[in-house]
Structures are given as structure tokens and as C-alpha cells.
């Protein structure tokens, strides 16, 4: 009988972004132009509707605005106002940072 609390290879392949990858997308010289229609055939609504935030495609314009007024999209945005915590930090907390004497 196989482990309910291992994680299948169809959940796995799903991750998402990170925060400190979307909040380097949404630099003002990195957020993407419009999509060649190439690029866009294989997203949803042809790539029109693109939540950066969220990193999510969506099939239409109503989609969109559910999906911007929900919490989920809410609690992204706060989480994305906070700074990345950086390698530094990291180190900082495992007491492998600059002595302080």
C-alpha cells in the first residue's frame, strides 16, 4: 500500500516561482513585453491576461478580475512588499557572518 504523505511526481513538477524570482521579474527592466504569437499559442487566452504577482496565465478578461480581487492574490502582493531574504541573512543566522567585536 503505497504512503499518502509522499507527494506524487504530478505534484512535484508543479512548482512555482519563488518570491525573490517574481520580485526580480517586476524590476521595471525586466517585466516582459508583449508576447509574440508564437510565444503566447500554448498559454491560456493566448497570454493576454498574465498576473506577474502571481505568475499565472488566465483565459479571459473575468478570470482575471476574480483572480486580482481574491485573497490568495492578496496575501501574494503582501508577501512580495517584503525584502528577499538574501544569502547574507543566511549566513548572518547561522553565525557564519562579520564578528560584531
Known sequence: MPRKHIQSNKVRKRKAKDLDEIQEEMKPE???KKLTAEEAYDLPGNGEFHCIACCRYF???DAYKRHVKSNP???QLKRLKEPAYTQAEANLAAGLGEPTN
Open 30 to 32: 525586466k517585466i516582459p
Open 59 to 61: 483565459a479571459d478578461d
Open 73 to 75: 492574490h492578496k496575501r
